[in-house]
Each structure stands twice: as structure tokens, then as C-alpha cells.
């Protein structure tokens, strides 16, 4: 997945902005003005099919900005598109899929809003860590995310459909992100504190 | 002869009607999934009607294509239409699918609609150039030909499909049923026709002798094929140089010119509605002529110095070859590296340059550290004992999976390598442990080797001055002291590498040189044990030599006329030797040689890590310092507080070695404590960086030359010597900021207002420059 988030500094006085999270209530307008604002800036032609997958199995972890003056909130001007599931059945690994802002309101501290939101929600849902790809080229997000605590932990040799390398950057959130899978899966008192944390946070959810 | 039909004539079901009957059922933001086809299964589904994703949106027949195509009448319109092939091939070489370049010639899908479905070789050998027409197919068939060849090499070379190079095919057959002799015999019949023309174009029979030459040498793969015949024997490397000799007169005279007539009809997206495809529509791609020919010529040179790998017999010698091209050639075109894990290794019958693997590793345990008598006796195929030799050959064939993955590492590209390097990381660790408890075990039947301690080591267990015992011995354990080595170059390898690939920011520059510094400082010491094992062995089996030829000697003196009894009083002596383990079956004075090459090599491995021990000292300093002025900028912490986010952050980025038992890896509060940063000031760490940079360069200037005497200059070295002056040069930068400031203060912790540029290019990748810019 790619972020084609270019905002990583504040340039002007910001705007006022609303942030929500995703109203599944109003799938088929919201989902549609989500796939407008990212298919125009992504490098990556996404099918209706990849923005199902995530929004309609994590709608509790997407975030959309608006105008102060779109009154109707249709027609988003931010976007942060995310999932947590368990990875290797010894951790919660969150995972941000997508990034967007309009050009038109770039340099406003949008992406770094909505990433902060997708990340403290991911937090707040027992995530062990938080991971996500990025282009190589794209110094803009790569500061964004590095900003906040990620760490590139691995070169993707043409990840891109453009050829471009991509860094995979991850968050470490509890002292599981850095112990080995193979490891952590031979802890049984561990895993059945995982796994009884994500069954209450999900049945939260639910 | 193939019988697939991509291009016969489909019949579709059309239902429309039972489609929508299904959808009226469903309400709004309702989706259809079963337990076999979730959303997630999905998320590869290539959306119908969006113009981005469905190739066949705009479906045009070939045959409409073929019509808008002019004739070509001149043999300098041949040339360009070649020329432009040729540039889409070597955008294949560089990571686009086929559909994006040489398949998009509508040429040459008009060659493969006839191919395809049809008797090819009746086809191709019925062909007889008459037209510019003709000459511009032969070329067409060469160029499907030798791709084909190409694939099958790089999926047998392990080629990353999809992340080096498309490998698909599309379901179609680029001539991959017909012998190269059929194509090469139409190219041949297309540069005799193009002799007897008034235009007896150079330039195009360049071309033609071009993909003649490119079969020469992919026939030494297919081995079914060498197209001439007093050629039959020649060695690939030749066959190389005459490919290098004719595209090198053939980039002199590549022109970019242009052929307007053939604009927009020559090259097509329509292909990929046309053809098995379940891609979504992709542009065209290419590259300009120049760069191709550039490409080509870099590939062949690539191909030129990786055949040298067939001639290496040692495995310190494969190794050194193999780490070079794949730190000298990042850039290597997928089809280079193919070629050479060709040549090189099979993984399916774990066989190295057409040895087993264990033959191999074997080779590279003598060659470090298991060239005594008692390591090569260890190494033997049978024991007197049917379990110790079980056990020996368990280890070797656990071994030789390691060192086989090790090798087939190095042809990857070079994120990959730091990936596969990284998993390296934790079956060497179980190897170790495998050594460990092998030569724990054979304790049991017979006695181990051991290292005598220098006194100075021991002197405090002494509680006597008088006693006049023997030296401490220890283990000397040669197998698990092998792994360890190996092992420990792997971790230092992956830990540089992060450089290399920009995975480390500024700010983690010295904790990740600390921790380089610590694993190299650990190797030097080991390998100075290993060092002295091989010397003490080697003394012994000096002075066995000269007991042989003394009594040898004296033998011949008291006219003993029993001459062949030399091994007999070897053996004795050899009892009376202050050492323990060596069988009678080995001669000692048998293995100087290899114990003497051992000790060269280790010689140069003691004087590779010493330096870069200190050049990786020397920017731990120097980052250390930029840190210290505040030059660095540090992320926000999220979700803890500052030492607890920075401890997961170290834990995090030294995450591949966290599996590793020895040695194993310091915790961040021993870091912080070992480094001793807190205590030192930006200027006195600047001072330990500038000494380090100093005493490095010193070291790398005696490698440098140790290269020079056998008449080479190597790249790598040079590049770690500017690295050295580099960080000296920017300690001395920053010192004198800090001296416009602070005069006199040397313990100042004052931050600085500058800012920091990183320097890469010039520097060693592994040791990259942080410099100070006012």
C-alpha cells in the first residue's frame, strides 16, 4: 500500500478542520468519496474491491478531515485508511493502508492529524505495533511517519508498480513488537494475555 | 510445436441477465463472500469497467493494428524498427512486464499469431528473407527466442519474479518448443540477403551478428546448441567478449532517429486486452537508444567478469568474488545475477560450481579453521566409530545447508540479501549450538584439541612463583569456533548494510556503529584465538618436519638401510608432542600447507576487522557528537514515555540479532552505559572520533598496499580510506564550530545552530560522511 500524503510541515495558518471517523451508516456515499480523494493521488490503481476489504472489516479505523464549511461532510479532504488484525498469532499488528490529502489543503498538519488519530485508536485496541509501506521517493511522508516514533526496518526492492523501493516502516508499541514471532509464540502465558486482551477489545467493538 | 491458441476465436456466455437477477436481491453496502472467496481474497480482483484496472476496456483486433502498420522499404527504416525493439528489450531487463515493451510491437505479435498455434519450425524454416520486411521478423524471432531462453535461465537462477523482472509469458509461446538453430539459420539467410543489396547496411548486419552472438553464449546454458561449429568447444568467456566486441561497434553508431510514419502504430497498450492477462492496464515503457546499448554493454560486462566464478577453487576465493559483485554491482540487471547463481550454485541438488555443498563447507572449515592435523582428522568421511561419523556428517550436512544458503544469498538483489542475511542471522545461531554439542559429545570417545593460554592469561590462578607447570589449555573447539566467525561476519554484514540500503536515521547512526563496533571487536578477538591455534599447530608440526629429517638423517648415518621407515618415527614423535586428539591417520607435517594458508587468510581477516573495528568506533564518535550538538532531530514519543519509547526503538532496530545466545545482545541500558556518551562532551567525543578515523585509515593504508603488491587497486578499500579521512576531516570541522564558541571550554554541551548533510556517494556505502555546515 502507498501513502500519497505529501504534507509533512505546517506552512500556513490552518484552516478550521473537522476530523471524524468513517460513518458506516452512510456507506455509499462515504465510501465513494473516500475512493474519489485517494485514486486521484495515489500512484497505485486501487480496485473498489481493496477499499472494501478495509473499510468495511475496520470502519472504526478510518478517519476523514473536512472543511469547516462542508457543511454536509461529503466531500473529505483528508483520509486515513487503516487495519489491526493478529499477525503470526502472537501479536496486534496495526497497519496503515492509506493516506490522502486534497493538494488544495496541503501543509496543514491534515496528515499528521489523521495519522495521530489512526494511531492512538490502533493504541487504544491493544496494537503491538503499527506498520505501514511507503515509497522510497516519497521524503514527505516517510519525515511524517518517522516523526512520530516509526522506524524503517526493511527496503522492498520494486514495490511499486512504478519500480519504485519501499521502505516498510513500523511503530513499536509494547515490548512484543520487538521480540521474534517464533519467539513469542513459544510464550504461552503471553499469547493467552494477547489473545484475551483482543477478544475483550473486539467484543468492545462489536 | 506448440498447440496452444491464444489467439483462436472465443466464445462467451452472456449473463447479463442472470447477473442483475442476482444483484436485485442484494441491498445496499450488501456483499456476497463464502468462506472460500472473502474480502480479502478480493483485494486481488481486477475491477470491471474501471479504466485503470481493465485492460480489455479498449479491445482492438491485431488485424486492425497490422493494417495502420507502413511497410518498412529501406534498410535504415529496418534499423530503427530493430533499434526500438531492442530499447523495449533491455526495459524488460529493467523490471517492466513484457506487455509494457518488446510484446507491444505489433510486429511482433504478428510474428507470434503466426507462431503461436501453428507448426513454428515448419514456419521459420520455410521463411526466406526477400523484403527490409523479412530481415526486421528474423530479427524478431532471435529476440522472442533468446527472451525465452532468458526466463527459463532466471527462474532456474532464482530470479525474483516480479520483484527483480516480470517473468510472465502470457500464456504465450515465444518460440519456447523450437531449437535456437532454426532462428539462427534465419538470421544467417537474413545477413546473406542484406549482402547482396545495393545497401549493404553495416549497421543492421551489426545487429543481426549481434543476436547471433547473444545465442553463442546463452547455448553454453541450453546445451543443446553451439551455432558454430568450430566454436563447439570455445569457452564461454570468448563467447562473451565477441558479444561485448560487437555491441560495443554497435553503440558508436546507434543514433536516435526518428521514423515518423511509424509513429503511434508501431508500439501498442492494445496487446493487453488481447491476450491472457490478468494484469491491470499498464503503460508502455522504454528506454532511449543510447541507454540500451548502454544496458547491454553493462550486462555484458557483468557477464563477462561473473564467468571468471567457474575457474575459483577455494572457498575464501568464491566468497571474496561473490560479496564483490554484489556490493560493486547493486545495479546488476536481473538476467547478470541469474546467470551467475547459474553458474554457480543448484539449490535443488545442493551443489556449488558442481561440488556437493559439503565438500564446500568442508573446504571452507580447513581453509579458517580446521586445517590442523586434529581438525582435518575431524573432518574425515569415516571414523573407527559408526556414531561419531554419523554425528561428523549430521553437522557437515547441517553446515552445508548454511553455507549453501549463504552463497545463494550474495545473487539476490540487495534489500533481499539484507533480508535473507538477516534470516542467516538465526540458522547460523542453531548451528553454533549443533557445534557445540557436537564437539560436547565427541569428548566421549576420544580427546579434543586445545590452545595453549599465554601465561599472562593464567598468572593470576598461579599460587605459586616457583610452580613451573604447563600453560592453561582450553578448547580450541574449531568447529564451533568456524560458525561463530562465519556467524559473526553475517550479523556485521547485515548491521552495515542498513546503511547501504538508508535504512537508519541520523539519530541511530551511533548506537549502530556501538553495536557494529561491539560485534567486530568480539570477531577480532576471536579470530586473534584462532590465530594462535593455528600458529601453536603449526609450531609443532615445524618442528615434527625437522625431527623427521633429523632422524631421517641419522638413519642414512648409521647406514640404516630401512628407508621407509620415516612415517613410523613421525607417529612416535608425534606421541611425544605436548597436544592431544590428532589421529595417527593424519600426518601432521602433511597439513603445513594448509595451516600456512590459513594463517594468511586469517592474517588478512585480523586486519579487516581491526579496521573496520575502528572506522565503525570512529563514526560512533563522530555521530555521537552530532547527536550531542543537537544536529540530529529526534521523533516524538507516542504511546509511552521518552526511555521507554527509546528502549523499544533499540530493541526494535537490533531486532535481527535479538535471537542470537553468542553474543548475545546488550540490553539498552548497558548500551547506555557501555557507550559512555552521557559522560563525554560533543568536543571530547569529536577528539575519540578524530583518533579512531586516524588509527583506521593507518590500517586500511596497509591493506590498501598488501592489495597493491599483487598489482590491483581494490575499490572497496580505497572507498573505506576516504571514508576514514572523511570522518576525521568532519570531527575537525566540528571541533572548530565549537572552538568559534566556546574557546576554551572543551567540556561545553552547548548545542549548535548549524545544520548536518549526509554524504553517501563518495564514502564506503557501509561508512557513509556526516558533515557540519554552518
Aim: net charge negative; with cysteine; hydrophobic share 40%.
Amino acid at each position: 500500500m502507498s501513502s500519497g500524503d505529501k504534507d509533512s510541515s505546517v506552512k500556513s495558518t490552518p484552516k478550521p478542520i473537522i476530523y471524524r471517523p468513517y460513518f458506516k451508516e452512510n456507506e455509499e456515499t462515504e465510501l465513494k468519496s473516500v475512493i474519489s480523494l485517494i485514486s486521484s493521488d495515489l500512484s497505485e490503481p486501487y480496485s473498489i474491491y481493496v477499499y472494501r476489504y478495509f473499510i468495511y472489516e475496520w470502519p472504526n479505523l478510518t478517519f476523514l478531515a473536512f472543511d469547516e464549511d462542508d457543511k454536509t461532510q461529503s466531500d473529505p479532504c483528508g483520509v486515513v485508511v487503516c487495519k489491526l488484525e493478529r499477525f503470526r498469532g502472537c501479536r496486534n499488528r496495526g497497519y496503515i493502508a492509506m493516506l490522502a490529502v486534497k493538494k488544495s489543503h496541503r501543509g496543514q498538519g491534515i496528515a499528521k492529524k489523521l495519522v495521530k488519530m489512526a494511531v492512538e485508536a490502533m493504541i487504544n485496541l491493544n496494537a503491538d505495533e503499527i506498520m505501514l509501506e511507503t515509497e522510497v521517493t516519497n521524503e514527505a511522508a516517510t519525515h511524517l511517519y518517522e516523526n512520530f516514533g516509526f522506524l524503517r526496518m526493511k527496503r522492498l526492492y520494486r514495490y511499486y508498480l512504478n519500480s519504485n523501493d519501499a521502505f516498510r516502516l513500523i511503530l513499536p508499541v509494547t515490548k512484543a513488537s520487538p521480540i521474534m514471532s517464533q519467539f513469542l509464540q513459544k510464550d504461552p502465558e503471553y499469547l493467552e494475555q494477547q489473545q484475551l486482551d483482543y477478544m475483550t477489545q473486539q467484543g468492545q467493538i462489536l | 510445436m506448440s498447440s496452444h491458441t491464444p489467439y483462436a476465436d472465443h466464445t462467451f456466455k452472456n449473463i447479463t441477465d442472470e447477473f442483475e437477477s442476482q444483484v436485485s436481491q442484494l441491498g445496499v453496502g450488501e456483499l456476497v463472500q463464502s468462506p472460500a472467496f472473502t474480502l480479502f481474497e478480493g483485494v486481488s480482483a481486477l475491477e470491471i469497467g474501471n479504466p485503470k484496472m481493465d485492460s480489455g476496456m479498449n479491445q482492438i483486433s491485431l488485424a486492425s493494428c497490422i493494417e495502420k502498420l507502413p511497410s518498412i522499404e529501406t534498410a535504415s527504416g529496418a534499423l530503427w524498427v530493430i533499434d526500438q525493439i531492442f530499447c523495449r528489450e533491455m526495459a524488460w531487463h529493467q523490471g517492466a512486464s513484457l506487455i509494457q515493451n518488446v510484446l507491444s510491437c505489433v510486429k511482433v505479435e504478428q510474428f507470434l499469431s503466426q507462431t503461436n498455434g501453428s507448426d513454428a519450425l515448419a514456419l521459420l524454416n520455410s521463411k526466406n528473407p526477400q523484403c527490409w520486411d523479412d530481415v526486421v521478423e528474423a530479427y524478431i524471432a532471435a529476440t522472442v527466442k533468446s527472451i525465452s531462453i532468458m526466463i527459463n535461465l532466471m527462474i532456474e537462477g532464482s530470479v525474483i519474479e516480479e520483484e527483480d523482472i516480470v517473468l510472465s509469458k502470457y500464456d504465450l509461446s515465444l518460440l519456447d518448443t523450437i531449437h535456437e538453430k532454426a532462428v539462427v539459420e534465419l538470421l544467417n539467410k537474413s545477413i546473406s540477403w542484406i549482402k547482396t543489396q545495393k545497401d549493404q547496411n553495416q549497421q543492421l548486419i551489426n545487429r543481426l551478428e549481434f543476436r547471433l552472438a547473444l545465442f553463442c553464449i546463452l547455448g553454453h546454458y541450453t546445451q543443446n546448441y553451439q551455432p558454430v561449429a568450430d566454436k563447439n568447444q570455445r569457452p564461454i568467456a570468448e563467447d562473451v567478449a565477441e558479444a561485448l566486441g560487437v555491441i560495443n561497434a554497435s553503440v558508436i553508431d546507434a543514433e536516435e532517429n526518428m521514423f515518423p510514419q511509424y509513429d503511434g502504430t508501431l508500439f501498442s497498450t492494445t496487446i493487453q486486452g488481447r491476450i491472457s492477462n490478468n494484469a491491470p492496464a499498464r503503460l508502455l515503457v522504454t528506454v532511449s537508444t543510447t541507454e540500451a546499448f548502454r544496458l547491454m554493454k553493462f550486462l555484458l560486462e557483468d557477464l563477462q567478469y561473473i564467468v571468471n566464478v567457474e575457474k575459483i577453487n577455494n572457498s575464501a576465493g568464491l566468497l571474496g568474488f561473490l560479496v564483490k559483485f554484489a556490493g560493486k554491482n547493486e545495479q546488476a540487471l536481473p538476467f547478470a545475477r541469474g546467470f551467475l547463481r547459474y553458474l554457480t550454485a543448484d539449490i535443488s541438488s545442493l551443489m556449488i560450481l558442481g561440488e556437493s555443498c559439503t565438500a564446500w563447507v568442508k573446504r571452507d572449515l580447513i581453509e579458517n579453521t580446521c586445517s590442523t592435523p586434529f581438525g582435518q582428522y575431524f573432518l574425515q568421511e569415516t571414523h573407527d566409530n559408526p556414531e561419531v561419523t554419523t554425528a561428523i556428517n549430521n553437522f557437515i550436512y547441517q553446515a552445508g545447508l548454511c553455507y549453501m544458503d549463504l552463497i545463494c544469498s550474495t545473487t539476490n538483489n540487495r534489500p533481499r540479501q539484507h533480508r535473507l542475511l538477516g534470516h542467516a542471522i538465526v540458522s547460523w545461531d542453531s548451528l553454533q549450538v549443533a557445534a557445540e554439542t557436537l564437539e560436547a559429545d565427541l569428548e566421549n570417545y576420544f580427546p579434543m584439541d586445545t590452545i595453549e593460554v599465554p601465561d599472562n592469561e593464567t598468572t593470576s590462578k598461579k599460587t605459586s612463583k616457583s610452580s613451573k607447570t604447563e600453560p592453561a589449555k582450553v578448547p580450541a573447539v574449531p568447529l564451533s569456533s568456524w560458525v561463530y566467525l562465519r556467524k559473526l561476519q553475517i550479523m556485521i554484514w547485515v548491521a552495515l548494510l542498513g546503511f547501504e540500503l538508508d535504512i537508519y536515521k541520523p539519530w541511530e547512526f551511533s548506537f549502530v556503529y556501538w553495536y557494529t563496533n561491539y560485534l567486530t571487536t568480539i570477531r577480532q578477538g576471536h579470530l586473534s584465538r584462532a590465530q594462535l591455534y593455528l600458529v601453536q599447530n603449526l609450531d609443532r608440526a615445524r618442528q615434527l618436519e625437522i625431527d623427521q629429517f633429523n632422524n631421517s638423517r641419522k638413519s642414512k648415518q648409521n647406514k640404516n638401510k630401512k628407508k621407509n621407515n620415516s612415517k613410523g618415527s613421525a607417529i612416535k614423535s608425534t606421541a611425544t608432542l605436548p597436544t592431544t586428539g590428532i589421529s595417527p591417520s593424519i600426518d601432521p607435517v602433511q597439513t603445513i600447507p594448509a595451516m600456512e594458508m590459513s594463517l594468511q587468510l586469517i592474517h588478512v581477516l585480523v586486519m579487516e576487522a581491526d579496521s573496520l573495528s575502528q572506522l565503525s568506533e570512529a563514526n560512533m564518535y563522530l555521530t555521537a557528537a552530532f547527536d550531542k550538538a543537537g544536529l540530529f532531530r529526534h521523533p516524538t514519543t507516542i504511546g509511552g514515555d521518552e526511555s521507554t519509547v527509546r528502549e523499544l526503538q533499540y530493541n526494535l532496530r537490533l531486532k535481527p540479532f535479538s535471537s542470537v545466545g553468542v553474543p548475545e545482545l546488550p540490553s539498552h541500558a548497558e548500551y547506555l552505559q557501555s557507550s559512555g556518551f552521557s559522560k563525554l562532551s560533543p568536543v571530547e567525543l569529536l577528539l575519540n572520533a578524530s583518533h579512531m578515523a586516524r588509527s583506521a585509515k593507518e590500517k586500511i593504508e596497509v591493506i590498501a598496499k598488501m592489495v597493491a603488491g599483487f598489482g590491483q587497486v581494490d575499490d572497496e578499500v580505497e572507498a573505506l580510506k576516504r571514508s576514514s579521512v572523511g570522518i576525521a576531516v568532519s570531527a575537525g570541522m566540528l571541533t572548530r564550530a565549537y572552538s568559534v564558541i566556546d574557546t576554551d571550554d572543551r567540556a561545553t554541551t552547548k548545542e549548535l545552530e548549524g545544520k548536518m548533510v549526509i554524504t553517501k556517494g563518495k564514502y564506503h556505502k557501509f561508512f557513509p560522511v556526516v558533515d557540519y555546515k554552518a
